[in-house]
């Protein structure tokens, strides 16, 4: 796919369910104190990174506010879409890692079995299915223009390793920061850059 413009990728800022080390896909958890601001160090730092034309974030908080502080700083709206949430465990959203690591090895599961569906939830198939054609609709949407998408730590990684291996079950190697910075290109199917936290140092968020 030819696209002209540039493609930043985002994570959004620390939530209580990172600190607590539980899956909270689909579900609406909050920023902490500072995931706040971490999102606004972001805002503040992102022309450093890109000079955004059009921002898409998921509708789950996180994201929201995340994208927002960088979409203040340009004046510019946040469009959601609903296709980049994160990877919903369905019975299993709150569950603890350690829990999902356990006897029944879940976790294994949903890294290595593209298939393997959570009770309620959905497949790392059903995440990549949704996201890439999201990603893809958005890029033919704004084919020379700088898009920034505000999404999840795993969402974004499954698309990372769609793009980049062919095999969505590496999607481990492509986890990133809160509020960390990757620029995809699509026209190569590679990274240009991975994981930027520059924003976080005291000295570079301005």
Known sequence: MKHRGRIGLVRHGQTFANI???WHGNTDTQLTELGHI???KLGHHF???MQPEV???SPLLRARLTAQA???KFMLPVHLDPRLMEFNLGDWEGATFESLGGSENILEQLVTNPEFTAPNGESQNSVKKRVVAAIEEIVHKHPEQNIVIVAHGVAIAIALSHYLE???TLWPKYTKSNTAFSELCLNTNKLISYNETEHL???NHQ
């Open 70 to 72: 960088i979409a203040d």
């Open 201 to 203: 140092s005291d000295d």
């Open 47 to 49: 022309h450093h990174y």
């Open 38 to 40: 971490q999102a606004e």
């Open 55 to 57: 921002i898409y974030a």
């Open 20 to 22: 607590d080390k539980v």
């Open 166 to 168: 062919g095999d969505t």
